[in-house]
């Protein structure tokens, strides 16, 4: 092997050893390369290891080493080289990570035009990803971010750099979750996890989105697994940026968790990382996450000198997304503490989260915007009436929380993180109302079929009151803490007709033990079943042949599957899927039947003979009727063993 292709490979080594998080490593081959670059005095080669060297310093948060790198990188890289390509992003990528974000877009503009110009796709799918990520995504331009990142994404598939592949997935991830499209960030976590290495970068990003993905979905114990795993995965590979997500993490799982001394403290540990590096962005969402640690605390004072540390930091940089983030709670603070102030921070906060297309941000800090909303509404300042006014008509246009709805063995709702209480659903027929918008085609009815079902032996002129009642009371018990003038997302009211309207990422038991008996899929739909449906409507009308198709559908799904079962070999599972069915229907005859066979498999005769027996009396005492013939051939051939 040449010297050159020596040199190459150890750079090649070095990347990869970057990637999978063992940094050091990476710094030694990039090291090494340079060393034998510079003794073959091989200037391309030195400048190729210095941006490799650079690159791992990054990781680090050596910025100030990384950007000494990349200047002798750039004055030893040909004009037209992919060395000299790697050097501008490298610098693009320190420049926006010390703050300031002109000379970072400028940086990684020329990186991705030079990468363009001599065909280098490795540094053009990087060039577009860390401008996705290090300028555009921090602004809160989310549209742009996702653009450059698919385009990264397909140039790297398109030219089989699947190595290249994780940053803009991640990148992708992040946005979707940060703009509450749980769905499509889960999509694409889904294609991440497939490209990343185990404790790589990569890894403790994957585990802290869906940690923060359980979180908001009100899943405590899955959600702190996984921060715990992205702390693991930190204090492993030493990657700055790890640590800084897994101490906010920490943080945030144990607010959530009612335990704010814990996260007051992982907060100060992010902030600390962070103040060693410079890097202000990150300062300033360990302020806000610390700010909000103490104001769980009662230190208000404390949280408010925070927050606006934290709005100092982002400014500067035009980071939109959260300095709306950092407004907004400090508006809902200053309320808090009766400040004079607060109106003109809430109509700053809500220019900018309308002009950011960041409503989405109101609904997830719906119990402190909500307030602030109403009061602004009722203000005798024009200005603050019309920002508020805005934001609401935004506001309508934002998807709201998924809905989690269980129907088997009685109501469980669950509105994003928030499980409904479920006396709610037992107030003014809110809960039948939604049983009968679960069972209508396209979760759509007439207000007349409402009354028909619900109030057939009412007094006419109730009627129209007992049905706004009704309406008013399920939208008040999916979203309590909407605004008067705001429009129910879940519960529309329109042309004599009530619709459920179920947002992305939405599921309903029922539905899906349906959509996988349809499908033949009967384990599948079993495990659905973990009840009647509806059992407090018993004796509803509109509950009761829905109740019973979907039993016998069960009854059916639990025979097909014993059949199976019996079939593997699995006798056990076989003989508790037919008992299964006969505590329901205790004379099913092909229960019987099967339930006998699989007894027989076990050499569990007198179990067999018992199944006959209990059927032989039902079948005899309640329909004066014999078992089928082949039920009768079985139980004799065993008398006769």
Same mark, same amino acid.
């Given at each position: 092997?040449s010297?050159?292709?020596?040199?190459t490979? /150890?750079?090649? *080594?070095s990347r990869s050893? *970057?990637?999978?998080?063992?940094?050091a490593?990476?710094?030694?081959r990039a090291? !090494?390369a340079?060393?034998?670059?510079?003794?073959q005095?091989?200037?391309?080669?030195?400048a190729?290891a210095l941006?490799?060297?650079?690159?791992?310093?990054?990781?680090?948060g050596h910025y100030?080493?990384? $950007?000494?790198?990349?200047a002798?990188a750039?004055?030893?890289a040909?004009?037209?080289?992919?060395?000299?390509?790697?050097?501008?992003l490298?610098?693009?990528i320190?420049?926006?990570?010390?703050?300031n974000?002109p000379?970072s877009e400028?940086f990684?503009?020329?990186?991705?035009?030079l990468s363009?110009?001599i065909g280098?796709?490795r540094?053009l799918v990087?060039?577009?990803?860390?401008l996705?990520?290090?300028?555009?995504m921090?602004?809160?331009?989310f549209?742009?971010?996702?653009?450059?990142?698919?385009?990264?994404l397909?140039?790297?598939?398109d030219?089989?750099?699947?190595e290249?592949?994780?940053g803009?997935?991640?990148?992708?991830?992040?946005?979707h979750?940060?703009?509450?499209?749980?769905?499509?960030?889960?999509i694409?976590l889904?294609?991440l996890g497939?490209?990343?290495s185990?404790?790589?970068?990569?890894?403790g990003? #994957?585990?802290?989105? $869906?940690?923060s993905?359980a979180?908001?979905?009100?899943?405590i114990?899955a959600?702190?697994?996984?921060?715990?795993k992205?702390?693991?995965i930190?204090?492993a590979?030493?990657?700055?940026?790890?640590?800084h997500?897994?101490?906010l993490g920490?943080?945030?799982?144990?607010?959530a968790?009612?335990d704010?001394?814990?996260?007051?403290a #992982?907060?100060?540990?992010?902030?600390a990382?962070?103040d060693?590096?410079?890097?202000?962005?990150? !300062?300033?969402l360990a302020l806000?996450?610390?700010g909000?640690?103490?104001?769980s605390? +009662?230190?208000?004072?404390?949280?408010e000198?925070d927050?606006?540390?934290?709005?100092e930091?982002?400014?500067p940089?035009?980071?939109?997304?959260d300095?709306?983030?950092?407004l907004?709670?400090?508006?809902?603070?200053?309320?808090q503490?009766?400040r004079?102030e607060?109106t003109?921070?809430?109509r700053e906060a809500?220019?900018?989260?309308v002009?950011g297309?960041?409503?989405f941000?109101?609904?997830?800090?719906?119990a402190?915007?909500?307030?602030?909303?109403i009061a602004?509404?009722?203000?005798?300042?024009? @200005?603050?009436?019309?920002a508020?006014?805005?934001?609401i008509e935004?506001? %309508?246009r934002?998807p709201?929380?998924?809905?989690?709805?269980?129907t088997?063995g009685?109501w469980?709702?669950?509105?994003?993180?928030r499980?409904?209480?479920g006396?709610?659903l037992?107030?003014?027929?809110?809960?039948?109302?939604? +049983?009968?918008?679960l069972?209508?085609?396209?979760?759509?009815?007439?207000?007349?079929?409402?009354?028909d079902?619900l109030?057939?032996?009412?007094e006419?002129?109730?009627?129209q009151?007992?049905?706004?009642?009704?309406t008013s009371?399920?939208?008040?018990?999916?979203?309590p803490d909407?605004p008067?003038?705001?429009? @129910?997302?879940?519960?529309v009211?329109?042309d004599g %007709?009530?619709?459920?309207?179920?947002?992305?990422?939405?599921?309903v038991d029922?539905?899906k033990?349906?959509s996988?008996?349809?499908?033949g899929?009967?384990g599948?739909?079993?495990?659905?079943?973990?009840? *009647?449906f509806?059992?407090q409507?018993?004796?509803?009308?509109?509950?009761?042949?829905?109740?019973q198709w979907?039993? %016998?559908?069960?009854?059916?799904a639990?025979?097909?599957?014993?059949k199976?079962w019996?079939a593997?070999d699995?006798?056990v599972?076989?003989?508790d899927a037919c008992?299964k069915i006969l505590a329901?229907e205790?004379?099913?005859?092909?229960?019987?039947?099967?339930?006998?066979?699989?007894c027989?498999?076990i050499?569990n005769?007198?179990?067999a003979l018992?199944l006959?027996k209990?059927l032989?009396?039902?079948?005899?005492?309640e /329909?004066?009727?014999e078992?089928?013939?082949?039920?009768?051939t079985l139980?004799?051939?065993?008398l006769?063993?």
């Amino acid at each position: 092997m040449s010297a050159a292709e020596e040199i190459t490979r /150890l750079i090649e *080594e070095s990347r990869s050893l *970057e990637r999978s998080g063992e940094v050091a490593a990476a710094i030694q081959r990039a090291k !090494q390369a340079l060393q034998l670059a510079l003794a073959q005095a091989d200037a391309d080669g030195e400048a190729e290891a210095l941006n490799a060297l650079a690159y791992a310093h990054i990781r680090l948060g050596h910025y100030d080493q990384a $950007q000494h790198l990349c200047a002798q990188a750039l004055a030893l890289a040909g004009g037209e080289s992919p060395a000299r390509a790697e050097a501008l992003l490298n610098s693009g990528i320190c420049a926006g990570e010390t703050d300031n974000m002109p000379a970072s877009e400028k940086f990684i503009l020329q990186a991705i035009d030079l990468s363009r110009q001599i065909g280098s796709d490795r540094i053009l799918v990087r060039g577009l990803h860390s401008l996705s990520c290090g300028n555009y995504m921090p602004r809160g331009q989310f549209a742009l971010s996702l653009a450059l990142d698919e385009e990264a994404l397909k140039i790297a598939r398109d030219r089989g750099l699947q190595e290249l592949t994780w940053g803009p997935l991640l990148t992708m991830s992040w946005v979707h979750w940060l703009t509450g499209q749980s769905h499509l960030a889960e999509i694409r976590l889904k294609e991440l996890g497939l490209a990343i290495s185990s404790g790589s970068l990569g890894d403790g990003y #994957w585990h802290f989105i $869906q940690a923060s993905l359980a979180l908001e979905a009100g899943e405590i114990e899955a959600a702190r697994d996984d921060f715990k795993k992205t702390l693991s995965i930190a204090e492993a590979n030493g990657i700055t940026e790890n640590l800084h997500i897994a101490y906010l993490g920490m943080s945030r799982i144990n607010r959530a968790m009612n335990d704010a001394p814990a996260a007051l403290a #992982w907060a100060s540990e992010a902030l600390a990382i962070m103040d060693r590096t410079g890097y202000h962005h990150l !300062q300033g969402l360990a302020l806000i996450e610390r700010g909000r640690a103490s104001w769980s605390l +009662g230190n208000l004072e404390v949280a408010e000198t925070d927050l606006r540390t934290a709005i100092e930091r982002l400014a500067p940089q035009r980071l939109e997304f959260d300095l709306a983030i950092a407004l907004l709670l400090l508006a809902a603070l200053l309320r808090q503490l009766k400040r004079p102030e607060t109106t003109a921070v809430w109509r700053e906060a809500a220019v900018r989260l309308v002009q950011g297309g960041f409503a989405f941000l109101v609904d997830r800090e719906r119990a402190l915007s909500f307030p602030l909303i109403i009061a602004g509404l009722n203000s005798s300042d024009k @200005s603050i009436v019309d920002a508020s006014t805005a934001l609401i008509e935004h506001l %309508q246009r934002v998807p709201p929380p998924p809905l989690k709805i269980t129907t088997f063995g009685g109501w469980r709702v669950q509105v994003g993180g928030r499980v409904v209480d479920g006396q709610a659903l037992r107030q003014r027929c809110s809960g039948e109302l939604l +049983g009968l918008l679960l069972i209508s085609p396209a979760h759509t009815i007439s207000s007349d079929q409402v009354i028909d079902a619900l109030w057939s032996d009412k007094e006419s002129n109730a009627i129209q009151a007992l049905f706004h009642h009704a309406t008013s009371t399920l939208r008040r018990a999916l979203e309590p803490d909407l605004p008067e003038k705001f429009l @129910s997302r879940y519960v529309v009211v329109s042309d004599g %007709q009530v619709t459920l309207s179920l947002p992305p990422s939405s599921t309903v038991d029922y539905e899906k033990f349906t959509s996988h008996y349809r499908r033949g899929e009967w384990g599948a739909a079993i495990a659905c079943y973990c009840g *009647e449906f509806l059992p407090q409507y018993r004796y509803a009308d509109w509950a009761i042949s829905q109740r019973q198709w979907l039993a %016998q559908d069960y009854q059916h799904a639990l025979l097909e599957m014993a059949k199976t079962w019996l079939a593997e070999d699995r006798a056990v599972e076989s003989l508790d899927a037919c008992r299964k069915i006969l505590a329901a229907e205790p004379w099913h005859e092909q229960a019987v039947l099967l339930g006998m066979r699989a007894c027989l498999r076990i050499e569990n005769r007198p179990a067999a003979l018992r199944l006959y027996k209990t059927l032989k009396k039902k079948l005899n005492d309640e /329909l004066g009727i014999e078992p089928q013939t082949e039920l009768e051939t079985l139980y004799r051939s065993l008398l006769k063993k």
